[in-house]
């Protein structure tokens, strides 16, 4: 018995050392994300969602934006951005970029200007009709452009959440653990673009603060959110707006008056925070057949709302299954519209006052 145990465990050992000789699908780095806040200030005492209604639209739709029709659009995982009415009526194809629509926003000129994970930034006219503004940077395919903010110069400020994974495999950026994300800002007049931050953890979300003084960019797997100052005595100064939370946080959105809204889609694992400085243990992970290892997060629908000083103020959370995986949250007249990737609707939550 003593020998057949020391040959498995040699055999084991042997496996082991192969696998991580074999290049595999990441090149895992060590890092240490910040301590999970845990359920505090805001996070404390939970508003509920009952009042809640959904919105049928189609499958996955990630933002929500209000156009100057007065109609809200969103786009879909087979490249559709669909408009609707308040209520979801009067469903309308608007267009169809052929990709994957993420963040999205109207520009001064009545164009829905799309962070499309596949195509790259997009300027979507009346008509339906596309062009891609930016696509590239220096030479290099930008990766995965997820969200945006227009400021009021025009500038667009966006994000390419990785430079090593497509949308389909962005769990592999998220165990790899390399800051390959960036945050742009692109001049629709005269066509420059330029990277203003660099090093990001999954670059998600993207929202300008008041008077355009600064912009929030969202890290997802650090679970916090980074701010760069734009304008002022602290122009191109880089701090962290809040760290520690206890969900991922994706999109963001200001409401114009006093508060950030951030959608968490997911809570955080502490295993899977254990395992970040353990980069071997993260690529033998990321071998494992999809079949045999489930990371899908129990059914969650999360927002919270953060204030100028980056307090977070209020949440609402429901863990019924009714709704799950929300990816953005828009007020839009005291009604906040929730999108999600793992939902075939919108959500229309009424504020409380």
Known sequence: MRRWLAGACIGLLTLVALLLAWPGPIDPVAWEPEPDR?????????????????????????????????????????????????????????????????????DAEG??????????????????????????????RLGLIDDLDIAEDGTIWFSSATQRFPLGNYLLDFLEGRPTGMLLAHDPETGHTRVALDGLRFANGVALGPEDAYVLVTETPAAR???????????????????????????????????????????????????????????????????WLSLAPPPLAWVAAIDLDGRVVASYRDASGRFSMVTSANDHSGTLYLGSIGETAVLALPLQP
């Open 38 to 106: 845990g359920l505090v200030d805001g996070f404390a005492a939970p508003l509920g969602m009952d009042q809640a209604r959904r919105i049928e639209v189609g499958e996955a739709p990630e933002d929500v934006a209000l156009g100057p029709d007065g109609a809200l659009y969103t786009g879909l995982l087979d490249g559709r951005i669909m408009r609707f009415g308040p209520d979801g009526e009067q469903r309308t194809l608007f267009a169809n970029t052929r990709g994957r629509p993420l963040g999205m926003q109207f």
């Open 111 to 140: 164009r829905l200007i799309v962070a499309d994970a596949a195509r790259g930034l997009l300027a979507v006219s009346a008509d339906g009709s596309i062009e891609v503004l930016v696509d590239s940077h220096d030479g290099q």
């Open 225 to 291: 959110i980074t701010r760069l100052w734009i304008a002022g005595p602290r122009a191109g100064e880089r701090d962290t707006f809040i760290t520690g939370l206890p969900g991922l946080p994706d999109n963001l959105s200001f409401d114009g008056r006093d508060r950030f809204w951030v959608a968490l889609p997911a809570t955080r694992v502490a295993a899977i925070d254990r395992l970040a400085p353990h980069p071997r243990l993260r690529k033998l992970l990321a071998m494992v057949p999809k079949g």
